[in-house]
């Protein structure tokens, strides 16, 4: 089985092929093609958090994968990413495992390339200012995706402490 650390994913994952990506998943799911059914996940009372699961087939990429997603809201105050992320990919065949990557950049990217094409699509062709709301992972994750689809002018971030924005 193939394993990718987070570095590894980070090298390898192409923002552009992924904006693209994330358009044809989307467009597939919408016409019933792909089976992802809701979410369901495993609440962790003592330390407020939950773990997530997330399956996915998706026939015309060939991929059947499920993303185990830990969300620990406290993790921000021990310095930790509060959410932590697996995903693990299958032989759609065989359903034998065939790769198991870390999961937080691949959250990250994938929601932001998924507003990147929202903005492709939806946003005026003269768009001059993105605004972020906030200074987290994702805000930096769509810093990196958004611009890819328009050339903002100016980019503003707007958070609760300045020096992070």
């Given at each position: 089985m193939l394993v990718l650390s987070r570095d590894d994913v980070e090298r390898l994952l192409d923002p552009d092929r992924?904006?693209?990506?994330?358009a044809s998943a989307m467009a597939e799911l919408s016409a019933g093609a792909a089976s992802m059914p809701p979410r369901v996940a495993a609440m962790v009372e003592p330390a407020g958090g939950l773990l997530g699961?997330?399956?996915?087939?998706?026939?015309?990429?060939?991929?059947?994968?499920?993303?185990?997603?830990?969300?620990?809201?406290?993790n921000a105050s021990r310095g930790l990413a509060t959410h932590q992320a697996v995903i693990v990919a299958f032989d759609p065949d065989t359903g034998v495992p065939a790769a198991l990557m870390d999961g937080?950049?691949?959250?990250?990217?994938?929601?932001?390339?998924?507003?990147?094409?929202?903005t492709r699509l939806l946003a005026r062709e003269d768009a001059a200012v993105l605004a972020i709301l906030g200074t987290g992972a994702q805000a930096r994750a769509h810093a990196r995706a958004v611009p890819r689809v328009r050339a903002f002018r100016e980019v503003r971030v707007?958070?609760?402490?300045?020096?992070r924005a």
């Open positions: 992924l904006i693209e990506a994330v699961a997330m399956p996915a087939f998706l026939p015309s990429a060939g991929m059947l994968e499920t993303k185990l997603v830990g969300v620990f809201p406290g937080s950049f691949v959250t990250q990217a994938r929601t932001a390339a998924g507003s990147a094409l929202a707007a958070g609760r402490d300045p020096a």
